[in-house]
Structures are given as C-alpha cells and as structure tokens.
T-cell receptor, first 116, second 114 residues
Framework: GAGVSQSPSNKVTEKGKDVELRCDPI?????LYWYRQRLGQGLEFLIY????????KSGLPSDRFSAERTGESVSTLTIQRTQQEDSAVYLC??????????????FGEGSWLTVV | AQSVAQPEDQVNVAEGNPLTVKCTYS??????LFWYVQYPNRGLQFLLK??????LVKGSYGFEAEFNKSQTSFHLKKPSALVSDSALYYC????????????FGKGTRLHILP
C-alpha cells in the first residue's frame, strides 16, 4: 500500500479483555516495528521483525503482550487481560531492510487504546 | 548497543528566531541518523536523515541538521522558526552494518512563541 495502515484507529475496551491491533506495512518492507506511546510520553520500543529472522522482543513489557507477523506482511499485536496502564497509542512502522541507503522507517497513524 | 540522547525535554523559541534541538548518539560503528516530527494526535513524520557525505543535511519544512562525528551530535536547526513548527521532535539512530532496530530518543517538545 501507499503507507503504513493500522487498525483499529481507536479502541475502547474493558479491563481484563484481550485486544488485537493490526498493522499493514508498506509493500516490500521487510522490517516492521511496534512502539508504544503513553499520553505525554516518548516512544517506547516494543518489538521488531526483520524478514525471516527471529523477532527482537526485548521491549515487550510483560507476557501479556505478544506479536506475530505473517511472512513480510501483516503484523498483529495482542494484549491479553488488558490493564488501565496499557492505555496508549500503539504505533507501527516499517522500512526496507538495513542493506541499502539508510532506510527510513515510516509510521502509521497509530491505534489509540483506552482501557476502562 | 546504540543509544541516542535528547537532553532537553522542551525548547521555547520566539517566532522568527533560529531554533536548535539537540541530539547526541552512541554507536559501535558508523551511524545512520534521523529526525522525525510528531504533530498533536498524529503519527511520526520523517524530516531528514544523515547517511554519508555532506555533514549538513537539509530536510522538509526548512529544517536542517548537522552531523558532527567528533562530538557525536546531530542537532536539528532552522534559521527562522514558525509557530506551526511547534511539535514533538524525535532523533533516532541506526548502526550501519548491523541488522538492528532503530533507536529513538525520548523526544523534545518545541514551543514557538508568537
């Protein structure tokens, strides 16, 4: 597609429910990132997929968080048993692989999650 | 591992004055360096990047950044600030030659005062 697409754009969920957030990267981009941004805060790295390599999960805050990616396309971020502190904007970004000219990463508009 | 620091949480500049948003980095090799801007309730937008070549990089909206290898800095600059430049600015680094993630600074909020 023309840009990184995320859905839903807004989600309100009850505490304890599971949520799934979806990211469609730019076509041909092998690298995909998830970040979290709490209100008034900076970017918090969550997870990074690069081609067929094992994902870098070092930023996932707890075992309630998981992410999958099908090949080099769609990724889903799942949050189980949501807590109020999970309320944030979840940003997805994609880029070409590192080989090449300093590949820029491009962000989606984010999925705004509110846990009530 | 690479890292990036933005020492200022907020920068206030009068409209029409030059602005600087600071960024320093640490990498094991040579860096790829980026600046992004985030307007309220929006995703991040790419401004400019340094890969190689001229140390002064020009980007969108009249912004530029200067790569200084000896000081490991990549400060964002603009000769004359506009009120519409008010936003959150992020510096990011990626280590050349490593198949590794991009690391972002914590962001600097820029306020341009009319």
């Amino acid at each position: 597609g023309a840009g990184v697409s995320q859905s839903p754009s807004n989600k309100v969920t009850e505490k304890g429910k599971d949520v799934e957030l979806r990211c469609d990267p730019i076509s041909g981009h092998t690298a995909l990132y998830w970040y979290r941004q709490r209100l008034g805060q900076g970017l918090e790295f969550l997870i990074y997929f690069q081609g067929n390599s094992a994902p870098d999960k070092s930023g996932l805050p707890s075992d309630r968080f998981s992410a999958e990616r099908t090949g080099e396309s769609v990724s889903t971020l799942t949050i189980q048993r949501t807590q109020q502190e999970d309320s944030a904007v979840y940003l997805c970004a994609s880029s070409l692989a590192w080989t090449g000219a300093g590949n820029t990463i491009y962000f989606g508009e984010g999925s705004w999650l509110t846990v009530v | 591992a690479q890292s990036v620091a933005q020492p200022e949480d907020q920068v206030n500049v009068a409209e029409g004055n030059p602005l600087t948003v600071k960024c320093t980095y640490s990498v094991s090799g040579n860096p790829y360096l980026f600046w992004y801007v985030q307007y309220p309730n929006r995703g991040l937008q790419f401004l400019l990047k340094y890969i190689t070549g001229d140390n002064l990089v020009k980007g969108s909206y009249g912004f530029e950044a200067e790569f200084n290898k000896s000081q490991t800095s990549f400060h964002l600059k603009k000769p004359s600030a506009l009120v519409s430049d008010s936003a959150l600015y992020y510096c990011a680094v990626r280590d050349i030659g490593r198949d590794d993630k991009i690391i972002f600074g914590k962001g600097t909020r820029l306020h341009i005062l009319p």
